[in-house]
């Protein structure tokens, strides 16, 4: 998962392959309520892991029900009937599908609680369920604005018939005799919860809910319904106004339980499919294979592949699979435009928001008031995006209109601000596929992991783009000159994968010296062979050959001196350059050494050539070795700098020099901190062209300080 603050999207070719998604995050969370509510353990299967079901999971613990986690499947012993634990403080994040259900089953379970989340949760409204609580005698008082979370559950009505005694002993009785009444038009999750905690108190009588107004989503009371049906509870339905709950339900846990893949995240890749060409999916086919989720799904989600086929996208099926390729070009390619009634795939839509601006006309999507209420005002966050993409965009209080830019030319690169709104991170990262050619910034990539923790490894691991257009950033320079620091730190702070060329030489005469092998001419072919298969991978800080971690081994200052003697030999040299490039991968690359951007990468997007005294260089070097325990002298160490710059400067092959086009950045009187943010700034003038420091002219030395 990127914890990165940003991710920087190159433009992306084409798409094909398979992809495998996690579990359905409607279906998780109330499979997780569900099984605390019932009689015995269930095995929950395929379980989505992300913020949401943490949470959940979490709050259940706190309840009193035994958690057991192993893998992707979790067993939850209920309550069967016992008393929550209380008094607790149960901290719901950002997670409407825990707070609004939970509200419900403890105000009916008995005892003292306080719901809280994060503030944008503070700012979704629950005033409709809370109301409907109250009506049965529930006492839940507010802690902050009135209609709003955070909330108290105090000591609820707990005795709802006259054959099951009171939870709380003196407390009255549920009024049940009349419906209970509750809003459909501002979420469905309202209704949900009611639905899922009034079993708890369904003794000799049914029990009626009514539902004022048009009932929003109906699709999630459909899966809500039909996981009911699985833990013993029979809802007899009319319309979608007046919903029956039988005489003497009682929740009994399946035994086990699947969680389908889930259908929302499903319409990320399904829109990939109908806007990216490509090949290289299972035996070279075309398009996207989307596994674990088929066209029967229970979720109303799945009927976005009706509005992808509406827009042009060729989709077919099975019972655990989907395939999506782009239509043919006049008859599914460009997309259509498409008007749509959206009530039915609220969450889903947002994508077609994004699909708009590969059709040709005007999109109109309808019926979205709830989106307003989200994680965010998704209607705002997506009309903002929509423009900066260089979309006309019309929006309303339950609608947006959508027309694309209407040249090639008329697109924009962006920096699209997430809201920390994952479904608005997902759905602009298809803006990467634009046919301008264009970069895409998505801000707070992280907040994917609501509902699909790897998102962005999935998209690269089915994107297709040339490898010579992978965006490279070059740090080249002297020994102790700070460039792996720099690049290392550019790396974490992009997202991008990272080359310590260095490194790769430090780790050949290591292994070469193991080897009991001479670094020199005679031995130069042996060492080559050595070079081309050495195993070598950057996790966070570490440098790893194999399973074997060598950060250390290859950090003395022998092996530095003997790396230096190994890049000498063209041989070794010639074998590591194929190494060096497979590091370029998705969604981009941070390289440093000593011929990044002459020789390995010469024509990286952006090359940087670091540089210091030679004095300042020798006292950083002291101060590295002296930390770690070694003596040290600082005029040994600028003896040795002095002559480890001669020799790479001189070598005949590849000898240490800046690129043309490098920029020269002498960092002897800055912090790392500055030269990071001097050259995030760079790369960010590079990629959007928004000037944020002085200097960027190449060959430009800039000034310390």
């Known amino acids: 998962m990127y914890s990165t603050a940003f991710i920087d999207l190159p433009a992306l070719d084409a798409a094909a392959g398979e992809v495998r998604l996690p579990g359905s995050k409607s279906i998780s969370n109330r499979v997780l309520l569900l099984a605390a509510l019932s009689n015995g353990t269930t095995t929950v299967h395929q379980l989505l892991a992300s913020d949401d079901t943490r949470v959940m999971l979490d709050a259940l613990r706190q309840i009193g029900c035994a958690v057991d986690e192993a893998g992707s499947s979790v067993h939850i012993t209920g309550l069967g009937g016992r008393a929550p634990r209380a008094p607790a403080k149960l901290f719901l994040g950002n997670a409407g599908t825990a707070m609004r259900p939970l509200t419900a089953a403890l105000a009916l379970l008995g005892g003292e609680f306080e719901l809280s989340g994060v503030a944008r949760m503070h700012q979704r409204p629950i005033g409709d369920l809370v109301d409907a609580l109250r009506q049965l005698g529930c006492r839940i008082d507010y802690l902050g604005n009135d209609g709003y979370p955070p909330l108290r559950i105090?000591?609820?009505?707990?005795?709802?018939?006259?054959?099951?005694?009171?939870?709380?002993?003196?407390?009255?009785?549920?009024?049940?005799?009349?419906?209970?009444?509750?809003?459909?038009d501002v979420s469905s999750q309202f209704l949900t919860a009611l639905l899922m905690a009034l079993p708890l108190?369904?003794?000799?009588?049914?029990?009626?809910?009514?539902?004022?107004?048009?009932?929003?989503?109906?699709?999630?009371?459909?899966?809500?319904?039909?996981?009911?049906?699985?833990?013993?509870?029979?809802?007899?339905r009319q319309g979608w106004q007046r919903f029956t709950i039988a005489a003497g339900s009682r929740y009994q846990s399946p035994g086990s339980i699947h969680v389908e893949a889930d259908a929302s995240s499903a319409s990320y890749f399904i829109a990939l499919g109908a806007i990216a060409s490509g090949a290289g999916g299972p035996n070279g086919a075309q398009g996207i294979r989307i596994a674990g989720l088929g066209l029967d799904s229970i979720q109303g989600d799945i009927r976005f592949v009706e509005a992808a086929r509406a827009m042009g996208a060729v989709v077919t099926g099975g019972p655990h699979w989907l395939h999506v390729q782009r239509g043919a070009p006049g008859q599914?390619?460009?997309?259509?435009?498409?008007?749509?009634?959206?009530?039915?795939?609220?969450?889903?839509?947002?994508?077609?928001?994004?699909?708009?601006?590969?059709?040709?006309?005007?999109?109109?999507l309808r019926n979205i008031a709830s989106w307003r209420v989200k994680e965010t005002d998704r209607i705002a966050a997506m009309a903002a995006g929509l423009r900066q993409l260089g979309a006309s965009v019309e929006e309303g209080a339950d609608f947006i209109r959508i027309t694309p830019p209407p040249r090639t030319e008329d697109w924009k690169a962006a920096s699209i601000d997430t809201h920390?709104?994952?479904?608005?991170?997902?759905?602009?990262?298809?803006?990467?596929?634009?046919?301008a050619g264009l970069p895409i910034r998505i801000q707070d990539p992280k907040c994917v992991a609501k509902t699909f923790p790897d998102y962005f490894e999935a998209l690269f691991s089915v994107a297709q783009l040339a490898a010579e257009r992978i965006p490279v950033i070059c740090i080249d320079g002297p020994t102790a000159s700070g460039k792996g620091t720099l690049a290392a730190a550019l790396a974490r702070q992009l997202g991008y994968r990272f080359l310590d060329s260095g490194a790769l030489y430090r780790i050949t005469a290591l292994v070469a010296l193991r080897s009991g092998l001479r670094i020199d001419a005679g031995h130069e072919e042996r060492i080559a062979a050595l070079a081309r298969t050495l195993p070598v991978r950057f996790e966070s800080d570490r440098v790893l050959l194999g399973s074997d971690d060598?950060?250390?081994?290859?950090?003395?200052?022998?092996?530095?001196?003997?790396?230096?003697?190994?890049?000498?030999?063209?041989?070794?040299r010639a074998a590591l350059v194929a190494l060096q490039h497979s590091f370029r991968r998705l969604p981009g690359l941070v390289a440093d050494g000593r011929d990044m951007g002459?020789?390995?990468?010469?024509?990286?997007?952006?090359?940087?050539?670091l540089t210091a005294s030679l004095a300042c260089r020798a006292e950083r070097r002291y101060k590295q070795l002296i930390s770690k325990g070694f003596s040290a002298n600082i005029a040994d160490l600028c003896a040795d700098l002095?002559?480890?710059?001669?020799?790479?400067?001189?070598?005949?092959?590849?000898?240490?020099?800046?690129?043309?086009?490098?920029?020269?950045?002498?960092?002897?009187c800055q912090t790392m901190d500055q030269t990071v943010a001097l050259v995030l700034a760079w790369w960010q003038e590079k990629q959007f062209g928004a000037v944020s420091a002085p200097g960027r002219q190449p060959g430009a030395v800039t000034a310390p300080g």
Not at 173 to 184: Q, Y
Not at 206 to 232: D, H, N
Not at 598 to 609: C, E, G, N, R, S
Request: proline share 8%; hydrophobic share 50%; aromatic share 4%.
């Open 642 to 668: 002095q002559e480890r710059d001669a020799r790479d400067g001189t070598r005949s092959v590849a000898p240490l020099k800046p690129a043309q086009d490098a920029l020269l950045l002498d960092n002897s």
């Open 201 to 236: 108190a369904a003794g000799r009588q049914s029990i009626v809910i009514e539902v004022l107004g048009e009932l929003i989503s109906k699709p999630y009371i459909a899966i809500t319904l039909e996981l009911l049906a699985r833990f013993g509870i029979v809802v007899e």
């Open 332 to 364: 599914g390619w460009p997309l259509k435009a498409i008007d749509i009634d959206c009530n039915h795939i609220p969450d889903a839509a947002m994508t077609l928001a994004v699909m708009a601006l590969y059709a040709q006309g005007s999109s109109r």
């Open 598 to 609: 002459t020789v390995i990468f010469p024509a990286a997007a952006l090359k940087v050539y």
């Open 420 to 435: 920390d709104d994952h479904r608005v991170a997902m759905c602009f990262a298809l803006a990467a596929f634009n046919p």
């Open 550 to 572: 060598l950060t250390e081994a290859i950090r003395s200052e022998e092996v530095g001196m003997n790396a230096s003697r190994v890049s000498a030999l063209p041989a070794v």
């Open 154 to 184: 105090a000591h609820a009505a707990c005795a709802p018939a006259p054959d099951v005694p009171a939870l709380v002993p003196g407390v009255p009785p549920l009024a049940l005799a009349e419906p209970i009444r509750v809003r459909g």
